[in-house]
């Protein structure tokens, strides 16, 4: 991510979005670059309404955004985004009826994947990718709902897009399936720009060299993990007794409290903040403002 | 449209007719229409210039359960909760839908295979006349426009009930035509015509006239297909296009209903009327070899079945027994 935004892959201005009396977005600029963007916020953020804008999905209300140099308000230029771009909406349907092959394949006929031969193939490496090759002629419906949640990843790597947007990809996984996911994509060919929005701050942090933190509409961080770790860095403690006065406590496994807050609680050891420590006082501070 | 798109529609027209063609719906309709021909011919020795309306109407049944299938398939993406994640695909809802129209090709084998039997079928009941190839044809327009509705439905409903709506509706239209004003019985003119066939003692040459029927389900299939894309379509240049094909097609429709509704030329009533005053000036014996039911085969080597356009009767002709 740049400041100056010179060499941004994609870029966000001012970007605004209302629905009825709730401001989604409120002038929200972004500079992406090629590599993993995390987005981290609460449920309400905008973090959805963000992702879909980029999606080409979404139309703002008032702002710019420029994905490659390329305008999405002009029809032609925005079906060349939808060209390079792979989406994972965060409520995903399916056509239950339809087998994972089947499904892929007319997803990428929707991709204009038109040639036979290579849509098999660009199928087969999906399916391979996201450890459902043995599940090709499985009936969608018989499948668990993690298997679905990584049917819809595998629609998104569909046709190797160089702009992934991934709405809470990770939802639904269990541990191993969230630890091959972080595989995936860090060894996604092309260094793509990814997007993805999250609530697991440990998957930030295992794989976001980037990091905003979207609050009420605003972006209120941008940096990497370890900066937003950073920033709460001498207000987290451990100690033996809870102290009310912490933002948030809660008790370890090593059945200690940690404590989020700006007063110490008494007999508390300073400990190194994590990216969630980091996101919990923002959110806070936010939420105070 | 540019290689690319109108790739992507033969793409997605090729699954949806694969869809379509493994329907069950459709094999349903493929075995109700079946059955509906077989109990209107059943009965009685088949008249190849009413056999042909009727094996059209059987047609309607298939119609239907191609345009509930059509309809399902049209309002899939936004049932499934899919409308977002299509939305991002560069391939736009237009080209979707021109898919959809497209896969309609996945009904004609079901359609072609019905006409086919069902007329195998007359003719080997010894059915009298010719087939009106015209006519047959037809059913298969009304199959297409049926499932083009449902395409255009679903584009907008996609409740997986709107279709089944939609078909009763059209049976409706179609079937009940006593109890629709004149205006209905414009939309649906050939209806008023093929009951009445059966009881014509022979074919009148160009009545009910085959050819403006096709050409009016043409206009209805055309009609459907245009409300569908234009449901769609955003591009003000294309919506422009799609409004004139639009007023072309009702035109047609026009034309083809007017066609339809033409009384019949004095000569010909003329002629009828001299075919009903004397029968057996137009009537020639044929051995019965086969009949629909046992009593009446029980005495068939005692009749002679009586169709027209023939000299004389050298065996004594009895008049073929009352239809219905």
Redesign the interface.
Known sequence: MTLDGSTAAVRVDGLSRRYGATRALDGVDLRLERGITGLLGPNGAGKTTLLSILATVGEPDAGRVSVFGLDPRQAAQRVEIRRRLGYLPQELGYHRHFTVAAFLDYVAILKEITGRRRRAEEVARVLAAIGLETRARTRIRALSGGMRQRLGIAQALLGKPDLLVLDEPTAGLDPEQRLRFRELLSGLPGDPVIVLSTHQADDIAAICPHVVVLLQGRVQFTGTPADLAATAAGRVWAASERDDRAHLAWRGGDNRWRHVGDDPPAGADLVAPTVEDGYLLLSHAAGSR | MTA??L??V???AR?EAWLQIRSLLGLAGLLGAGGLIWLVIYRTVPLWWNASWQIGDGQLILGMAVLIAAQLAAG?AR????A?????????AAA?TGGQLAGLAGALPASLVLAGVASAVVQARGAIGTPDVVVLAAGVLLVIAAGAAGVAIGSRFPHPLAGVLFALALFLCSGAYQVLSRAGIWLVPWNIMVNQLGVLPGPLAGYPPGGAHALELAGFAATAGIVALAVTVR?ARARAGLAAAGIAAVAVICFAGALQLRPIPTTAVNHLVSEVADPASVQRCVAAARSGTASIRASAASWRRCGHRSATCSRGCRPRPARR
Not at chain 2, 79 to 82: D, I, P, Q, S, T
Not at chain 2, 84 to 92: G, N, R
Request: hydrophobic content about 40%; cysteine-free; overall charge positive.
């Open positions: 690319a798109p790739r992507t033969l793409g997605l699954v899939r049932r499934a909760g899919l977002d994640l299509y939305a991002s695909f560069p391939t736009t979707r591009r």
